[in-house]
């Protein structure tokens, strides 16, 4: 399909405008444009006719997916920038306004950008900590934030909720309400972080969320030692899986991770 690949290959790559009162260094420095745009075209159509040739994909669809995969990849990197700005950036953040003329967005669009998810793996890419003070729960607290989490929790994971807050509490996990990130904060993410930390610096956070599992962030790689993931009530094969199979994965986490931050000293 010759004349439709090299359609989409104009459409990504349109060429530059020219304002008709363009001096001669803008018009000079357009045609350079307009050369790398023209060969970022031929290569595009090359790659579409490789893909349509040799390994029969369809070039239209190809490129709207790959279009789709630049879209998501370019929200993930404006939740974790304007993460950055406003809970990681000290002795002042960014303000709401200034995030929201650089987007073109409302303040209220900015303040709900980006959630706690988006904060650890600022915290985790960085270095940095977040700037947002936070208060351990308190024994009343923590009971008030499980009963939440239980009227947000769908059964049968919902009779598990109590059981799996108390195993991460019985192994050393502090907790900690959630961070309010909207104007109202009952449009906020309810969810109970468990924080512990260990003596060579190793600090983790498992965040108990309503959809009934605990885990680490979801940006963590599946092959770092410090990530774990695990649904309760009833696991993706149909299988029950209870608050004391939660606490026995959790105790082999917790044991993984002691040797893990052992091994600190002598890497």
């Known amino acids: 399909m010759p004349d439709l ?41 090359a790659q579409l006719r490789t893909l349509a040739e040799r ?20 929200e993930r990197h404006i939740r974790l920038l304007v993460g950055y700005a406003r809970e990681c950036v000290a002795p002042r953040p960014y303000t709401l306004e200034a995030l929201a003329g650089a987007m073109h967005a409302s303040t209220s669009t900015v303040r ?17 900590r977040s700037t947002v003070v936070q208060s351990p729960a308190d024994e009343a607290t923590r ?13 049968p994971a919902r009779a598990h909720v109590a059981g ?48 009934g ?10 092959d770092d030692p410090r990530w774990y993931s695990q649904l309760y009530g009833i696991a993706d094969d149909g299988e029950l899986v209870s608050a004391a199979d939660v606490a026995e994965s959790l105790a082999a986490y917790v044991e993984r991770l002691t040797r893990y931050d052992a091994d600190k000293v002598t890497r």
């Open 5 to 45: 690949i090299d359609d989409v290959a104009r459409l990504l790559h349109p060429p530059p405008l020219l304002r008709l009162d363009a001096d001669d260094a803008e018009r000079e420095a357009t045609e350079h444009y307009r050369q790398d745009v023209d060969a970022a075209r031929e290569g595009t159509a």
């Open 55 to 74: 390994h029969d994909i369809d070039p239209l669809l190809h490129a709207l997916a790959e279009q789709v995969r630049v879209r998501d990849e370019a």
């Open 112 to 128: 709900g950008v980006f959630d706690h998810q988006d904060i650890e793996q600022v915290t985790s890419l960085t270095g940095r």
């Open 143 to 155: 009971q008030r934030l499980i009963v939440a989490l239980e009227d947000r929790t769908r059964e």
């Open 164 to 211: 799996v807050a108390a195993a991460l509490h019985d192994l050393g996990f502090t907790a900690y309400p959630p961070v309010s990130r909207t104007a109202n904060p009952k449009h906020g993410r309810q969810y109970i972080r468990h924080e512990r930390r260990w003596p060579n610096g190793t600090v983790i956070s498992l965040y108990q969320e309503p959809a």
């Open 213 to 222: 599992f605990v885990a680490v962030h979801g940006h963590m790689a599946e």
